[in-house]
């Protein structure tokens, strides 16, 4: 089954043409490292996933549906940039995002209850619980940022940059960890990096976004002189 099909998407800022009649797809369970550099449009490709970027041309779908604002079924982790909230909890700060596809206060009966505790469980973030956020490291807020994701059970996972700011070693514990839930949870992962040696032997495939146009291979078909 495809989770997340593009034909022919093309988008432009003003003058400069960002992506040029794309084409992809990414089967069902498939893990896939979201590559180049910075303006090649791996951020806006997310936006444009997760319906926020409609202003552009051919089709673009998940799970077999045109993309839309709110969908469920996916579960998105943005670029960590700055520190918000500092004063929450790790539990508060999952808690925070359940069911954010809707408007409104968030409210936890004991069904979100069990969901925050459930993905809290599946990033080893039981022991951040009680912490607030501004004490943590940048990779335990990672591990709680990775725990928002799981709250709605998506079947698309899309990680943008869960490895920046962290040293190698917590790069590819990171990467690993990610690794293991796709394969629990059978869901599929988009995930955006600028180095991909963490990622080595932990993705399916490679997606490489450059000058408007996007290749889609393994890691020995895509990192080549020719093909870069």
């Not at 303006?39 to 839309?68: C, M, Y």
């Not at 335990?140 to 700011?165: C, I, K, N, V, Y």
């Not at 690794?179 to 988009?190: D, E, F, I, K, S």
Request: positive net charge.
């Amino acid at each position: 089954m495809q989770t997340l099909t593009a034909q022919g998407l093309s988008k432009a800022y003003g003058d400069k043409q960002l992506f040029n009649q794309i084409d992809f797809l990414i089967n069902e369970g498939e893990r896939i490292g979201l590559i180049g550099v910075n303006g090649a449009g791996k951020t806006t490709l997310f936006r444009g996933l997760l319906g926020l970027e409609p202003s552009h041309t051919g089709a673009l779908r998940v799970n077999g549906i045109p993309v839309h604002r709110g969908n469920p079924a996916i579960g998105y982790m943005p670029q960590m940039r700055k520190l918000v909230g500092g004063q929450l909890s790790g539990w508060s700060m999952v808690a925070a995002a359940r069911r954010g596809h809707k408007w409104g206060l968030p409210w936890c009966g004991r069904t979100g209850r069990a969901a925050v505790k459930a993905a809290l469980e599946a990033v080893d973030a039981v022991g951040l619980a009680r912490k607030p956020v501004g004490t943590l490291s940048g990779g335990q807020r990672q591990r709680l940022l990775l725990a928002q994701t799981l709250l709605d059970d998506p079947s698309l996972l899309l990680l943008d940059e869960p490895l920046a700011s962290l040293d190698p070693a917590r790069m590819r514990e990171t990467a690993l960890r990610i690794h293991t839930l796709a394969q629990t949870r059978g869901m599929t992962v988009l995930m955006s990096a600028h180095d991909i040696n963490p990622l080595l032997g932990l993705m399916d495939h490679v997606l490489y976004l450059a000058r408007g146009k996007a290749l889609l291979g393994t890691v020995d078909d895509v990192i080549t002189t020719q093909a870069l």
